[in-house]
């Protein structure tokens, strides 16, 4: 039985339904590689998690990984995911961030990355 997220609002769960039907395409194709235990262990995508949503989340390698497009850029939303991440990484959790250009221009490599993390802190 997987364990409990944080507690989130109904509101979170409802945005995260809406982003679900609206991946970007960086999130399509990732969703279409880490789906159905592709990689050996089992993800979620757009996770609410405490005040938050997550992009993708692996729980049995305590693993989130966040496709960031260019509004990510501004200084507003830089400081916004500062804090998520420290929220996050105080759960327990480490995150891994990429742009949307970096995931869709090297695919391979970071799909490397994450699945070296992954079989580093797992049971494959």
């Not at 945005?15 to 609206?22: E, F, P, Q, T, V």
């Not at 693993?63 to 327990?92: F, M, T």
Request: charged share 25%.
């Amino acid at each position: 039985m997987q364990k409990p997220l944080l507690k989130h609002t109904p509101s979170s769960i409802a945005k995260a339904k809406i982003l679900r039907k609206n991946m970007t395409p960086a999130e399509k194709k990732f969703w279409s590689l880490v789906r159905a235990n592709r990689l050996g262990v089992h993800f979620r995508r757009q996770v609410p998690f405490g005040p938050y949503i997550l992009d993708f989340l692996c729980m049995q390698a305590k693993l989130i990984v966040e496709l960031d497009g260019s509004q990510h850029y501004k200084k507003e939303a830089q400081e916004y995911d500062y804090h998520r991440d420290e929220y996050v990484r105080a759960n327990g959790f480490t995150v891994m961030r990429f742009t949307n250009k970096e995931f869709l221009t090297n695919t391979d490599g970071v799909m490397s990355y994450i699945w070296e993390f992954i079989s580093k802190n797992t049971k494959l």
